[in-house]
């Protein structure tokens, strides 16, 4: 669980972490694996989500997935890439989160992910939640932090003054 502390701080930003979906690089996944290597490369992203019609998250389609295609015992080519469909190699279980606020979640889900999606109860896809937005807002917590707090250690400490000590066991 966060500290209470440190997540009020936090949430004290006036940033949004939220990148919104219309913001996103998207492929659709009935669109071929050529469309895909296109976007990707484009956009430069090592990996972008996948949706529906509706705009439903269904997965993720990374480089990797499309070069692994790409790849025959004669060497590499790019005519299967016409053939398949995205849906057809993309990453299906995927991280995302139905809730901006639960930064526990989402800080679990960052550690092994540059990003992760955010969507409603019925998956239609909201957004992501990058590292770097993430980062911006530790950023902001530990530039404000010491503006409404005062940390002290948790233990007792000779070298601690009387009013310190008082402060420390108050907080316990």
Not at 56 to 74: A, F, N, V, W, Y
Not at 81 to 89: A, F
Request: a negative charge.
């Amino acid at each position: 669980m966060i500290d209470k502390p440190i997540e009020a701080v936090m949430r004290q930003s006036d940033r949004d972490i939220v990148i919104p979906s219309d913001l996103v690089a998207t492929v659709n996944e009935n669109n071929n694996l050529q469309h895909a290597f296109l976007v990707l490369t484009k956009v430069r992203y090592a990996k972008i989500p996948v949706v529906d019609n509706d705009n439903h998250l269904k997965g993720l389609i990374s480089l990797p997935m499309i070069t692994e295609q790409m790849l025959q015992d004669t060497g590499i080519t790019t005519r299967n890439l016409d053939r398949m469909k995205i849906k057809q190699v993309m990453q299906k279980d995927v991280p995302f989160v139905y809730d901006r606020e639960n930064l526990e979640v989402i800080l679990r889900h960052l550690v092994d992910e540059n990003f992760v999606a955010y969507v409603d109860h019925d998956h239609q896809f909201l957004g992501i939640i990058t590292r770097r937005e993430l980062f911006k807002e530790i950023n902001f917590m530990a530039h404000n932090f010491s503006k409404q707090y005062i940390a002290l250690p948790a233990y007792h400490d000779d070298n601690l003054s009387s009013q310190e000590k008082k402060i420390a066991d108050k907080n316990r």
